[in-house]
């Protein structure tokens, strides 16, 4: 799905997706021919997750150790 597409599903906006990925909480996706960014469902699912960990109090940088260790 595009990052449009994305946006709207997770309720946040492009923009905020882009600097997801800028801090590294959000892998870079992979890209259409046409180059634009192509997400799959997971990325719905880590966005939800970055959602839910914002709303507990955690800050970016928390969220990003979190994830590293989870993978």
Partial sequence: MRIGELAI???LTAKTI???EHAGVLPEPARQP???RD???SAL????FIKAA????LALAEIR???AVRH
């Fill in 65 to 67: 150790q979190v994830i």
């Fill in 34 to 36: 046409s180059g634009y």
């Fill in 9 to 11: 599903k997770a309720g």
């Fill in 39 to 41: 997400y799959d469902d």
């Fill in 45 to 48: 699912a880590r966005l939800r």
């Fill in 18 to 20: 882009r600097f997801y």
């Fill in 54 to 57: 914002q709303a507990a109090g």
